[in-house]
Nanobody
Framework: QVQLEESGGGLVEPGESLTLSCTTS????????LGWYRQAPGKERELVASITNEGTTNYAGSVTGRFTISRDTISRDDAKNKLWLRMNSLKPEDTAVYYCNAAVTGWNLGEYEYWGQGTQVTVSS
């Protein structure tokens, strides 16, 4: 079982920056790919960016060059990782609830997926 806690959302004006953070904790054999997803009103949830535990990143085309994902392993014993999403040059179309996501291998070697509760990002003048 792994818990995800996000922070850093808020209201900003177009062109400004914001950094989201997510902390994972709990118990697992390994925490693998971490990612940020977002869901705007009336739209489906979409992948924003992901990063493997080797550091390989993947970005949605709409955020490439503006957003940067990074991670740090704090402790393997309690599955504690930090995940960040630095968002620059924000646009109104970036407005959404942003969710942290973790792909985890359990102690039974099963594969599991966990989600954070979401944090609101609003870009408006």
């Amino acid at each position: 079982q792994v818990q995800l806690e996000e922070s850093g959302g808020g209201l900003v004006e177009p062109g400004e920056s914001l950094t989201l953070s997510c902390t994972t904790s709990g118990s697992a054999f390994s925490v693998n790919t971490l990612g940020w997803y977002r869901q705007a009103p009336g739209k489906e949830r979409e992948l924003v960016a992901s990063i493997t535990n080797e550091g390989t990143t993947n970005y949605a085309g709409s955020v490439t060059g503006r957003f940067t994902i990074s991670r740090d392993t704090i402790s393997r014993d309690d599955a504690k990782n930090k995940l960040w999403l630095r968002m620059n040059s924000l646009k109104p179309e970036d407005t959404a609830v942003y969710y942290c996501n973790a792909a985890v291998t359990g102690w039974n070697l099963g594969e599991y997926e966990y989600w954070g509760q979401g944090t609101q990002v609003t870009v408006s003048s």
